[in-house]
C-alpha cells in the first residue's frame, strides 16, 4: 500500500513542491482539506478531499473539517499492535505516514489594531492542533511538520533513509509541534484574558524552539542560544537576513533596542545608531540619507561598530553612506535593489529586512532567583497636548516639537538619561549614571557649543536645581522632564530665573 499524507496548511509556503515530491520520488497518496486541496489540485497534483476520504462533508462553515474518526485512527493506530491493525481494517481506514498542519494565524489576526473579539475567536484554530497534538503522540510511527521550513529537511531525510523518516528525525518534529501548539494556546490565552490591554495571568508559563545555537552570549565563556516562540514567522524569527555572518546573542539584544526605538519614529525618515542598546546617534530628516547622516555626525566615534536602525525602506544613496564606516548591523523594513548590491560589497555586514518594525512584545520578562518579573512593554509616550508648561516662559511650536522628539528619545535610554537634541538631531547623551548631575553632565559636555539653544530631556523628575542651573550655563533653552519632586518648586524658580522654559510630561520612563 503506498504511504499516506495528509495536509492541511494555513500557510501554503513550500507546500506544493513538498507535495510533488511527496507523489513523484515516493509514491505518496495525499489526502487535504478543502483550500490546500484546491491549490494543489490548482498545480496539476491529484489529491483527495477530507470529505471526500472521511464520507462526511466539512460543516459549520468550515468548523468541523478534519476531527473524523478514519483521520485520527489513521493517526494514532500503533503499527506494532495487531488489535490496533484490526480496528484500522475494520473500519476501512488507512494509517496516516505523515501528516502537514499549520495553524490559523491567531496572532497575526490579533495584532491588527482593529481586530474585533469575533474576528479573533473565528482564526482560534480547533482541528489544526488536534491533528499536530495526536501526530507528535504517535511519532513512533509517523512523522508531523508543522513549520514549512521543515518541508526541505524532511525530503532529504527520505532519500538519505530509503524512504521513511528516522526515528530521531520524527521524534525532533514531534517535540516542535508541542511547542508550537502550547505557544499557540498561550497566545489564545493571553488574549482572552485581557493580557495584551491590561492584565497579567495569575499563571504563566513560556516555551520555544530553539533556532540556532550562538558562538557565545555577552561573553566568550558564556554559552547562549536563540530560542524562538510562536510560529516562528514573528518579529526577528521572521527577519530576512540578506548578508553578513551569523547573528551573535549582542547583536539580537542590539537589534532589539534599535527597533523598539525607531518604532516611535513613523513620519519622517528617521535613523537611530547605537551601541550596547544606548542610542548614540538619532535624527529625522526629509530624506534618509540627510537622516543618516545627521545621526552619524553626532557621535561618529560612537557609531564605529554600532546598529543602524532605518524607518524606511534603504536606498542606493543611503546604501553608499553605510559602506563608508564599520557597522555591525543594519535593519530596515526593506532594502532597494541597487542598494543590495552596493551594501554587498561589506560582505561581512550584517543586514536584515524586518517588514513590520512595530510588532514587538506585549510583555517584558526578566530572570530573577528563584522566579521571573513579568511586565508591560513600555508602549506609551505623552504627546504635547498632555504636557504641562509649569515656567512663565512658554515654548513656541518649533520648541515643542523639538522636545516631542528629544522626550522620545529619552524613553529609550538606560536610567539615568540625559538627552540634549538640536533640529531634530541628537547632541549629546548621558546614559546609564548613577545620578542625574552626571547624566546632564556627559550630555552637555558630548554637546559642546550644540547645546547652545538646544533642549534636554531627561527621563525622571530633577530632585533639586542643579541639573537646571547646568543645563541654563550650556546654553539650554527648554527643559522637558516627567516632575513629581518634592522640590519642583526649586526647578521651576531656577528655570524662570534663567529664562529656560520648562514642561513636565507627568510621566516617568525608567529604562534598567
Not at 520520488?25 to 478531499?49: H, I, N, P, R, Y
Not at 512658554?394 to 538619561?417: C, D, G, I, M, R
Not at 557649543?449 to 530632585?463: N, T, V
Request: proline residues 4%; glycine residues 8%; hydrophobic residues 40%.
Amino acid at each position: 500500500m503506498a504511504p499516506l499524507a495528509l495536509l492541511s496548511t494555513s500557510d501554503k509556503t513550500g507546500l506544493v513542491d513538498l507535495a510533488r515530491s511527496l507523489v513523484e520520488e515516493f509514491g505518496f497518496d495525499l489526502v487535504s482539506s478543502g483550500g490546500t486541496a484546491k491549490t494543489l489540485q490548482k498545480c496539476g497534483l491529484t489529491v483527495t478531499k477530507v470529505s471526500d476520504y472521511t464520507g462526511s462533508p466539512e460543516i459549520l462553515g468550515g468548523r468541523v473539517k478534519t476531527l473524523h474518526p478514519r483521520i485520527h485512527g489513521g493517526i494514532l493506530a500503533r503499527r506494532n499492535l495487531e488489535e490496533d491493525l484490526q480496528d484500522l481494517t475494520d473500519n476501512n481506514i488507512r494509517p496516516i505516514d505523515l501528516v502537514v498542519v499549520n495553524l490559523y494565524p491567531f496572532e497575526q489576526t490579533i495584532a491588527k489594531p482593529d481586530v474585533k473579539l469575533e474576528e479573533a475567536i473565528e482564526n482560534i484554530d480547533i482541528g489544526g492542533p488536534t491533528l499536530l497534538r495526536a501526530s507528535a503522540k504517535n511519532y513512533a510511527h509517523l512523522t508531523v511538520l508543522c513549520d514549512p521550513t521543515d518541508y526541505n529537511a524532511y525530503v532529504t531525510e527520505l532519500r538519505q533513509q530509503g524512504g521513511k523518516a528516522s526515528a530521531e528525525f520524527r521524534k525532533e518534529r514531534a517535540i516542535k509541534a508541542f511547542a508550537h501548539t502550547a505557544a499557540y494556546d498561550r497566545a489564545i490565552t493571553a488574549y482572552l484574558t485581557g493580557q495584551q490591554e491590561e492584565l497579567l495571568p495569575s499563571e504563566f508559563s513560556l516555551s520555544g524552539q530553539k533556532r540556532q545555537t550562538m558562538r557565545y552570549g555577552e561573553n566568550p565563556h558564556q554559552s547562549a542560544a536563540w530560542y524562538q516562540t510562536g510560529t516562528g514567522k514573528e518579529g526577528w524569527s521572521g527577519a530576512t537576513q540578506l548578508q553578513g555572518k551569523e547573528l551573535s546573542y549582542n547583536n539580537l539584544v542590539d537589534l532589539e533596542a534599535a527597533r523598539q526605538i525607531i518604532t516611535e519614529f513613523t513620519d519622517k525618515p528617521t535613523v537611530a545608531i547605537l551601541k550596547h542598546t544606548n542610542p548614540c546617534g538619532l535624527a529625522v530628516a526629509n530624506t534618509l540619507v540627510e537622516a543618516y547622516q545627521k545621526a552619524l555626525a553626532a557621535d561618529s566615534t560612537s557609531a564605529f561598530g554600532g546598529i543602524v536602525a532605518l524607518n524606511q525602506p534603504i536606498d542606493g544613496a543611503t546604501a553608499q553612506e553605510l559602506t563608508q564606516i564599520f557597522l555591525e548591523c543594519v535593519v530596515a523594513p526593506g532594502c532597494d535593489p541597487e542598494a543590495q548590491d552596493i551594501l554587498h560589497k561589506k560582505s561581512k555586514l550584517r543586514v536584515l529586512v524586518l517588514p513590520d518594525l512595530m510588532q514587538g512584545p506585549q510583555v517584558m520578562i526578566k530572570s530573577i532567583a528563584g522566579g521571573v518579573l513579568l511586565q508591560q512593554s513600555d508602549r506609551t509616550i505623552s504627546t504635547p497636548d498632555q504636557w504641562q508648561v509649569v515656567t512663565e516662559k512658554q515654548p513656541t511650536p518649533e520648541q515643542l516639537e523639538e522636545l516631542f522628539f528629544a522626550w522620545k528619545v529619552v524613553k529609550h535610554v538606560k536610567s539615568n538619561a540625559i538627552v540634549v537634541t538640536k533640529n531634530q538631531t541628537t547632541c549629546g547623551i548621558g546614559a546609564g549614571q548613577m545620578n542625574r548631575v552626571g547624566a546632564a553632565k556627559i550630555a552637555l559636555e558630548q554637546a559642546g557649543e550644540k547645546a547652545r539653544g538646544a533642549i534636554l530631556s531627561s527621563d525622571a523628575f530633577f530632585p533639586f536645581d542643579d541639573s537646571v542651573r547646568t543645563a541654563a550655563a550650556a546654553g539650554i533653552e527648554a527643559i522637558i522632564q516627567p516632575g513629581g519632586s518634592v522640590r519642583d518648586k526649586d526647578s521651576i524658580s531656577a528655570a524662570n530665573e534663567l529664562g529656560v522654559v520648562m514642561v513636565f510630561t507627568r510621566m516617568r520612563h525608567f529604562l534598567h
